[in-house]
Nanobody, 114 residues
Framework: QVQLVESGGGVVQPGGSLRLSCAAS????????MTWYRQAPGKEREWVAI???????NYADSVKGRFTISRDNAKNTVYLQMNSLKPEDTALYSC????????WGKGTQVTVSS
């Protein structure tokens, strides 16, 4: 059974930092491309960052220079380090594992507010 479980969300002030984690089980994690998405209330889900199975990374323009995606294949976990957070980063953040099939986690809420 494949599971992706996100954690690390919370409430943070503008300018603050959070590190999200997504722990995977039931898949050969190292073979999968891992992606973070987010969805704000009333908005469509948007892609945030990707790390491939060869550790290449790419970011949405809105987070470039502030967010860093990384992975630890020994721990079957992908991370999203978020710095210099802004109120517009408030959203439900979810991770996706994709190779041929794809699986999604349920998400972790990030709220940036003073």
């Amino acid at each position: 059974q494949v599971q992706l479980v996100e954690s690390g969300g919370g409430v943070v002030q503008p300018g603050g930092s959070l590190r999200l984690s997504c722990a995977a089980s039931g898949i050969t994690f190292s073979a999968y491309h891992m992606t973070w998405y987010r969805q704000a209330p009333g908005k469509e889900r948007e892609w945030v960052a990707i790390i491939t199975n060869t550790a290449s990374t790419n970011y949405a323009d809105s987070v470039k220079g502030r967010f860093t995606i990384s992975r630890d294949n020994a721990k079957n976990t992908v991370y999203l380090q978020m710095n210099s957070l802004k109120p517009e980063d408030t959203a439900l953040y979810s991770c996706k594992a994709k190779r041929i099939s794809e699986w999604w986690g349920k998400g972790t809420q990030v709220t940036v507010s003073s």
